[in-house]
């Protein structure tokens, strides 16, 4: 899950656990903030680094 901060993305993983019942080991938070290009490119890298960008 997504958020802009840590404590965005750690909310939305909870409610996305609790709402659907996913496990909790399927489903991560991760942060970026959309408007800055550094970060939208470090959150990529980090959920597939395999991937050249």
Known sequence: MH???AE???A???KLIA???ID???VYGVTAYFTC???VE???RRSWP???I
Request: net charge negative; charged share 20%; aromatic share 0%.
């Open 3 to 5: 958020g802009r901060t």
């Open 8 to 10: 965005d993305a750690q």
């Open 12 to 14: 939305a993983t909870d």
């Open 19 to 21: 709402a659907a019942g």
């Open 24 to 26: 909790a080991g399927q």
């Open 37 to 39: 290009l550094e970060e």
């Open 42 to 44: 470090a959150l990529a």
């Open 50 to 52: 395999s991937t050249p």
